[in-house]
């Protein structure tokens, strides 16, 4: 389980610009289900998605991941949690150009302190699964958006995380290549990890796999449901 | 271990992918280095010449000075200067300067005194009517052992020297414009009167006892000029300080520029380089991780600018002969020495160097990553 309790996010505080992107959000999402937070835009879905992810901290408020209290842990202890136990689907991919697809996959491991021939060995098989087969050593500026997504999609696999956060992973894919991302989340699914999307799509809130909708507004988490 | 590894691993596929741009950047580095070092290695060896060069040189000179000018010593000096306690030896020298109508040159001309110091530095023995002479005039008047050489003596009359040696090349940088000859010749060439010399060299056993000497002499003599040692030291350390002072500029111009360099990388990342920044701390690694990894990446430029730079400043000095600096250094001649530097390296200032520019270098890299790695990661989702 992963439980958020009174949450608040407030940026730029106590300047003129301040501004408060998440008021109070309280919720527990159960493991080894698919999540999606749905909401217009501004409405602090990303913001909520990089607090349980552990890329930001919340300015009040407390969250555990299967029972471990993570907000009040220094960033090393953060990055470590981060590293094994979450693994990120970018808006934009956020793939490294100038790098082969291979590395791009292995490089979230590479500080981990394994053998490098254990990365490349799993890094390996993750070209296998997400069908890649020939590319693993092909820049990624030469890849098609729907390669680029695969690769994004077995980077955030390579240290075999628990849970996988997607941000508007399908914003910028034509409605094949969404059903195909959609496809690779119910795989996911099936293995037992656990998924948090944040999309105002509906061709992600609406697909079979979601097991609930979070919907947000303003900040605030106003409803479950489509 | 293998954490650092990997990281390393990944800064040299980084420095690979963006070939041009730190292909660009050594270039650049390595060519500041390289002024910096040639510049040591220059003024160094140059010292260190200067040093060997005034090793054999007396203790003190004495000239006579008439109406404040330079003028010959009669013989009887020299018997009153030797008679001083204290004095090893006193010998008179003769040396002039020849201006050479068909070559537009100055020569330097001494009359051999001591033939055992032509055997020290392996010149054969001088006769009457023989030279030697330094290889820079070899080389403008085209002269070898066995040629004649015209002079036009005092009075007008033509004076053929026959050359029988040229000095080694390795003295070329005081030797280049030198022709040795006899003393007999010497007055022959210039009208000496006999009994006179240009000046003369005294030997002192004890070194504290030289300004005693030379006052002794000075009260004696009045109308002579004693010059110490350590003024000759002086008056070259001036001349080399000169050159020094030319080649400093040169040297603070490209500290300047290294500066500037230091100072761009210092203050900016390119949008890319603040992008993957944001990406690898989103995926999981920390500012120490990004910060090891811009660590290698800086040093591994600046190791490789600074063997680069070391590698051409040697071949610059010891073996182009400083081809870049010579203009600055020779303009005032006609009799352009070709010397070969004495390859000597030291140590300390190399070290110096290094700290002086790599670990700037490598401090100014690793300050504007860190300030990128310390934001939130999660920018890099917006």
Redesign the interface.
């Known amino acids: 389980m992963i439980r958020l309790r009174d949450i608040t996010k407030v940026f730029n505080s106590g300047r003129p610009s301040e501004f408060t992107a998440l008021r109070g959000i309280s919720v527990d999402i159960e493991l080894s289900r698919v999540t999606v937070l749905k909401g217009p835009s501004g409405s602090g879905k990303t913001t909520l998605l990089s607090i349980i992810g552990c890329m930001s901290r919340p300015t009040t408020g407390r969250i555990w991941i299967s029972e471990r209290e993570v907000t009040s842990l220094p960033e090393r202890f953060l990055t470590g949690i981060k590293r094994n136990t979450f693994g990120f689907v970018f808006q934009q991919f956020n793939l490294i150009r100038g790098i082969t697809v291979l590395e791009n996959i292995m490089l979230p491991a590479y500080t981990s302190g394994e053998e490098m021939k254990d990365i490349r060995k799993r890094a390996l098989e993750l070209v296998r699964l997400f069908n890649l087969h020939g590319k693993d050593s092909s820049k990624i500026e030469w890849l098609s958006g729907g390669e680029q997504q695969r690769v994004a999609i077995a980077r955030a696999m390579i240290n075999n995380p628990s849970i996988i956060i997607a941000d508007e992973p399908t914003a910028h894919l034509d409605t094949k290549l969404s059903e195909e991302f959609m496809g690779y989340m119910e795989m996911l699914k099936k293995i037992g990890k656990t998924i948090i999307i944040a999309s105002h799509d509906p061709a992600v809130y609406e697909s079979d796999i979601i097991d609930r909708v979070l919907n947000m507004r303003d900040g605030f988490l106003h409803s479950e449901g489509i | 271990m293998?954490?650092i590894?990997?990281?390393l691993?990944?800064t040299l596929?980084?420095l690979l992918?963006?070939k041009g741009r730190n292909i660009s950047l050594i270039v650049v580095y390595s060519f500041v280095v390289f002024i910096l070092a040639s510049v040591i290695f220059f003024t160094q060896a140059l010292r260190k010449e200067a040093s060997i060069i005034l090793r054999g040189a007396p203790e003190l000179i004495v000239q006579k000075v008439t109406a404040g000018r330079h003028d010959l010593v009669p013989e009887r000096y020299i018997e009153k200067i030797r008679n001083i306690p204290g004095v090893t030896s006193v010998k008179g020298r003769h040396w002039g300067y020849y201006f050479d109508p068909i070559a537009g040159a100055n020569y330097t001309i001494i009359a051999v005194n001591d033939p055992n110091r032509l055997h020290d530095i392996n010149l054969p023995d001088i006769k009457k009517g023989n030279i030697i002479i330094g290889s820079g005039i070899s080389r403008l008047r085209i002269l070898h052992t066995g040629d004649s050489m015209p002079f036009r003596a005092y009075d007008g009359t033509p004076l053929y020297l026959k050359v029988t040696g040229l000095f080694p090349s390795e003295s070329e940088l005081v030797a280049s414009d030198i022709i040795l000859m006899t003393e007999e010749d010497f007055r022959a060439l210039f009208g000496t009167p006999s009994g006179y010399f240009t000046d003369m060299t005294v030997n002192i056993r004890n070194p504290v006892e030289i300004p005693t000497i030379a006052k002794k002499i000075n009260d004696l003599m009045p109308d002579t000029r004693p010059i110490v040692r350590d003024e000759i030291l002086r008056t070259y350390d001036s001349v080399m300080n000169w050159r020094s002072g030319i080649i400093m500029m040169i040297f603070l111009g490209a500290l300047a520029a290294f500066i500037i360099f230091a100072w761009d990388r210092a203050t900016g990342l390119s949008a890319?380089e603040k992008?993957?920044i944001?990406?690898?701390k989103?995926?999981?690694?920390?500012?120490s991780?990004v910060i090891m990894m811009k660590f290698w990446e800086g040093l591994v430029v600046s190791i490789s600018s600074f063997l680069t730079g070391i590698i051409l400043a040697y071949i610059h000095v010891f073996f182009t002969s400083s081809s870049l600096f010579k203009p600055v250094l020779m303009g005032w001649s006609v009799l352009y020495p070709e010397f070969r530097l004495t390859p000597f390296i030291d140590a300390y200032q190399i070290v110096t160097l290094f700290f002086l520019v790599v670990l700037p270098y490598t401090i100014a890299t690793i300050v504007p990553s860190w300030r990128a790695a310390t934001v939130?990661?999660?920018s890099?989702?917006?």
Do not use: C, K, Q, Y
């Open positions: 293998n954490r590894r990997n990281i691993d990944f596929s980084s992918r963006r890319e992008r993957e944001g990406i690898l989103a995926i999981g690694w920390e500012t991780d939130d990661p999660d890099v989702m917006r």
